[in-house]
C-alpha cells in the first residue's frame, strides 16, 4: 500500500490512484490581522495554533500552509510611492531579509507539529497581489495598478519582476529549509479594463512564471490558484501556459467545469468543484446534498487527475465534519 504521501503526489501528477484526495483550507486568523503577522509573535502564534488544530481535528490528505500574518510584502519604496516613477530604483529584499526568514520558521514549525507525512504547500501571493495590496491595504489596488502600468509600463514590469526575486528566493527557502514541498501561487486577473490581456501576458505573467518556475528547479510541486475571492472575475485563459501540476479556479462563477478547465490546462490535474463562500452549498448544505455533489464532480471529472476542494478559502468557522462527508464519498 502507498503512503498518504506518495499517493497524493502520484494524483497531482495526474497518475492513477486508488482515490481522489480532497484538499479544503481556511484561515486562522482574522483579515485585519493577514497583514499585520510580521515580527508580530501573538499573531504568528494564534496561526500555529490553528494549524495544529485542524491537523488534528481534520487529519487532511494534504495541507495548505496558510501565510497568515505575512500578506504585507515590506518594501518601503512601494508603500511610499505616489506615482510608478518614485519605484524606477526599487531593489528586492535579499533572500536573508526578516520578512523571508520568518516564513521559512512558520513553515519549520507547523511540519514540526505533523504526527503523520503529509504532503504541505505553502500558500504565497502573486507578485501583483503583494503590489496591489501595499498601495490598497488589502481591498482594492486594482485601479492602481492600472494607473501605474498606463504611466510607465516597463517600470511597473521592473517594480514586479524585483518582487517576483524575493518571492522565488521565499519559495525556495520555504522548499530548502522549512521542508514545504511546494507552493500554492495564488494569481489572479486585474480587475480593471485597462488592463488587457496583450498586457497582463507582457507585464504581469513573467512574474509569476519565474516563481513557478524557481520551484520547478526544484522540483517542487506548484499548485497554481486562479483567485475569484470575494466576486473577482478571471480569464482563467491567460494562465493556461502557466508551469503548474495542479489548477484551482472558481468553478461556478467563472462557468467553467472541472472537465472543462482541465482541457483548456492541457489534461493537468484539476483541483476544487465546490463553492467556498458561506452561501455555498458546503457551508449551508445537507450530509446528503454535499455527499451528492461530491460524487457528481467526481463523475463529471472523472477519478484520474483531480483533486476534489473548493474554489478558494472556506469560511474560518466552517464545521469540520462538512469536510468529512465529503472524504467519506472519495473514500467510498
Known sequence: MTSKREWVLSAFKGQAVDRVPVGFWHHFTNPDEWLEGFSNPTIIQKNLSGHAAFLADVQPDFIKLMSDGYFAYPNPA?????????????????????WISEQVDLVKQIKAGFTEDIVAIYNIFAPAT???????????????????????????????????????????????????????????SVQDPRVTAELYKEIIAPSEIAV?????????????????????????????????????????????????????????????????GTDGLLYTGSKEAIQAETRRLIEEAGGQGLVIGADCTIPSDIAHERIAWVREVAQA
Request: net charge negative; proline share 3%; glycine share 12%.
Open 130 to 188: 503583494y503590489f496591489k495590496w501595499l498601495i490598497a491595504h488589502v481591498s482594492g489596488g486594482d485601479d492602481r495598478l492600472a494607473d501605474f502600468l498606463q504611466e510607465d509600463k516597463a517600470v511597473l514590469k521592473k517594480v514586479l519582476d524585483t518582487i517576483s526575486q524575493d518571492i522565488a528566493d521565499l519559495s525556495r527557502r520555504i522548499i530548502q529549509e522549512g521542508g514545504a514541498d511546494g507552493i500554492y501561487l495564488s494569481v489572479q
Open 212 to 276: 513557478l518556475e524557481a520551484v520547478n528547479a526544484l522540483d517542487g510541486i506548484n499548485v497554481l490558484h486562479i483567485c475569484g475571492y470575494e466576486g473577482a472575475r478571471n480569464d482563467i485563459h491567460l494562465f493556461a501556459d502557466y508551469p503548474a501540476q495542479v489548477i484551482n479556479w472558481a468553478v461556478g462563477p467563472e462557468g467553467i467545469s472541472l472537465q472543462e478547465g482541465r482541457q483548456i490546462f492541457g489534461g493537468k490535474t484539476v483541483l476544487g468543484g465546490f463553492e467556498n
Open 78 to 98: 512601494i508603500k511610499t510611492a505616489k506615482t510608478v516613477h518614485d519605484l524606477a530604483a526599487i531593489q528586492p529584499l535579499g533572500a536573508d531579509h526578516p
